[in-house]
T-cell receptor
Framework: QKEVEQNSGPLSVPEGAIASLNCTYS??????FFWYRQYSGKSPELIMS????GDKEDGRFTAQLNKASQYVSLLIRDSQPSDSATYLC???????????FGTGTQLKVEL | SQTIHQWPATLVQPVGSPLSLECTVE??????LYWYRQAAGRGLQLLFY??????ISSEVPQNLSASRPQDRQFILSSKKLLLSDSGFYLC??????????FGPGTRLTVT
């Protein structure tokens, strides 16, 4: 079992729809969770962080965390073609200074 | 605000040649620093991280090395490049809650 798992996609959604990206993790001691967006050929950009169970909203983005079920998700409302990118989930375990990244989900928002 | 720089942006090197990639961070003191490699179509592989000057932790055995001669400078080196060293090299720094911010990256092609 991978430490952080994401469906590689591609996930295709029509413009204006809600895109739902999911991530599961194996270490129950994980404390901090991050979502990054990576456009093709560019470096990852931090878009959301979440540390406690529940929802956290920032503009069109909502991060959801369920520690009991060991999953974190990212919802993108009113998806735009500019949201087409690979979304990386990252998890920090209880100790140490490192993040463990998933391999990413490719999102395609179609006109 | 904090800024992270990497150079060069692109590099083409022959097999067996040396390598030196540099990363500098501005606007923060004593950051944790990280080197990642991302092979084409693959996830992020953590290569090295550093919590302070002269303190380097290696994540995977390889022909690469890292150094941190100054608080905000992180260098990735190799004495002899292999074809398998090709990839997108990313430097990152982390903040107080371990979120990581990436530099623009160096795309290395070993021929």
């Amino acid at each position: 079992q991978k430490e952080v798992e994401q469906n590689s996609g591609p996930l295709s959604v029509p413009e204006g729809a809600i895109a739902s990206l999911n991530c599961t993790y194996s270490d129950r001691g994980s404390q901090s969770f991050f979502w990054y967006r990576q456009y093709s050929g560019k470096s990852p950009e931090l878009i959301m962080s979440i540390y406690s169970n529940g929802d956290k909203e920032d503009g069109r983005f909502t991060a959801q965390l369920n520690k009991a079920s060991q999953y974190v998700s990212l919802l993108i409302r009113d998806s735009q073609p500019s949201d087409s990118a690979t979304y990386l989930c990252a998890v920090k375990k209880g100790g140490g200074n490192k993040l463990t990244f998933g391999t990413g989900t490719q999102l395609k928002v179609e006109l | 605000s904090q800024t992270i720089h990497q150079w060069p942006a692109t590099l083409v090197q022959p097999v067996g040649s040396p390598l030196s990639l540099e990363c500098t961070v501005e606007g923060t003191s004593n950051p944790n620093l990280y080197w990642y490699r991302q092979a084409a179509g693959r996830g992020l592989q953590l290569l090295f991280y550093s919590v302070g000057i002269g303190q380097i932790s290696s994540e995977v055995p390889q022909n690469l090395s890292a150094s941190r001669p100054q608080d905000r400078q992180f260098i990735l080196s190799s004495k002899k490049l292999l074809l398998s060293d090709s990839g997108f090299y990313l430097c990152a720094w982390s903040g107080l809650v371990y979120e990581q911010y990436f530099g623009p990256g160096t795309r290395l092609t070993v021929t």
